[in-house]
């Protein structure tokens, strides 16, 4: 670390010296200005990545409740500097499973989650209709939004032949909007080519928008075992609008899932976990429908696996993010308990546990999943890196629990470098 910083500063007295050449060499001193900003960030970088163990790495709340409503399958960006929510599901106390007020809401914070301002109230026929489980990405100063499902009644529908009240039956999106200041939308196409999806994954990679995995249809867990079954996706495609779609496969090598996390680094589309299915019986002595593998890939066509089975336990409705080119993975749901654990990884497929738990927290039960997580870059070169989380589940499937609709969070916490 002494040599590191030895050479920064060496490197800075070079870079003094520059500015100060005399006028006839600006030519040459741009030039050579602009050679010592790569070097030393490369070498800041290359520090990070030698010496990081993310040991003073920890979590403080920024807001524990911030004005918009509790609230899960939220998606959180960042546009500028300023960060953005909108969407997700609050539950309402209901004894019918799944039963939720769905957000079509967007907020806005100019000071990293402290404080929010309310853009856009839910409202179906002046902007997106409200939906939780989509996906939000930024491209070129646009937030896009695609995807997702809303939570609707239905009075006895045929596929439940003993119906004895309502019973869910959502309906899943495949449209695509955008908008530069969270306000004004643009629809920029009501039907993707894609098969209206929840819990997908989506990134933008190469100046393209990428959209993958998912599913169609409620988890038996939530309607009952005569309801529609459940469909699972792994096919892979891309759009440098959200309007026009190209189809990269329709069988990725990887298993169909939902609530996967994807990512970008180092010139690869990474997924990690997901699930193809909520529960399982007879519990806790069954292996849970959840993945913990490792894909990659360039082109949206052929994929590498990286790891069948990753040092964190299978999950979904977790979380990974960049930080100093590390893959941080932390959250999700678990059987018979949430995952209390942070994994870091280089490559994906060697992994580390951190000795810091997500949240700060004691156990299981103050775990989240389907919260959504974004990194701050900041200082020079954006060296100076933070992650920030949003919202989040804490409910389990003990419908019997009339406390169970409160695990709910509207919170914002940070996890960053303390000295």
Request: with cysteine.
């Amino acid at each position: 670390m002494a040599s590191l910083r030895t050479l920064v500063s060496v490197l800075a007295l070079v870079g003094s010296s520059l500015i100060s050449a005399p006028a006839q060499a600006q030519g040459d001193q741009t030039a050579a200005n602009a050679l010592l900003i790569q070097l030393v960030s490369h070498i800041v970088k290359q520090g990070h990545q030698t010496i990081l163990t993310f040991e003073r790495y920890h979590w403080r709340q920024v807001n524990a409740a911030a004005r918009w409503s509790p609230r899960a399958g939220l998606q959180a960006v960042q546009l500028g500097r300023r960060f953005y929510i909108m969407g997700g599901r609050t539950p309402n106390n209901s004894p019918i499973p799944g039963d939720s007020v769905i957000w079509g809401d967007v907020w806005v914070s100019h000071n990293k989650g402290v404080t929010w301002d309310q853009l856009l109230g839910t409202n179906d026929q002046e902007h997106w209709p409200a939906r939780a489980y989509f996906q939000a990405v930024t491209k070129n100063r646009y937030i896009y939004l695609m995807g997702g499902q809303n939570f609707k009644l239905e009075p006895c529908p045929p596929f439940v032949p003993e119906c004895e009240g309502p019973v869910p039956n959502s309906e899943f999106f495949n449209d695509v909007w955008r908008s530069k200041d969270g306000i004004n939308w643009k629809k920029m196409t009501d039907a993707a080519p894609w098969e209206g999806r929840a819990g997908l994954s989506a990134v933008v990679f190469r100046n393209r928008i990428w959209v993958f995995a998912g599913s169609k249809n409620d988890d038996s867990a939530i309607v009952g075992p005569n309801g529609p079954q459940r469909i699972y996706f792994n096919d892979v495609w891309s759009s440098k609008n959200g309007k026009h779609w190209k189809l990269h496969t329709e069988d990725a090598p990887w298993s169909p899932r939902s609530g996967a996390v994807a990512l970008v680094k180092n010139g690869y589309i990474y997924l990690l976990g997901g699930e193809d299915g909520f529960l399982c019986q007879p519990q806790p002595f069954c292996e849970p429908p959840y993945y913990n593998d490792v894909w990659r890939t360039r082109n949206g066509t052929d994929w590498e696996q990286v790891t069948a089975n990753a040092g964190w336990s299978a999950r979904p409705g977790h979380q990974c993010a960049v930080l100093y080119d590390h893959i941080v993975c932390f959250g999700g749901f678990g059987l018979p308990q949430n995952p209390n654990d942070i994994w870091v990884s280089r490559n994906g497929a060697d992994w580390k546990q951190v000795d810091d738990t997500p949240w700060n927290a004691l156990s299981g039960d103050e775990i989240k999943y389907d919260f959504d997580v974004l990194v701050d870059k900041q200082g020079y070169w954006g060296q100076r890196q933070s992650l920030y989380t949003f919202g989040g589940d804490r409910e389990t499937f003990d419908f019997s629990d009339p406390n169970n609709y409160l695990r709910v969070d509207n919170d914002v916490w940070r996890y960053s470098y303390f000295k």
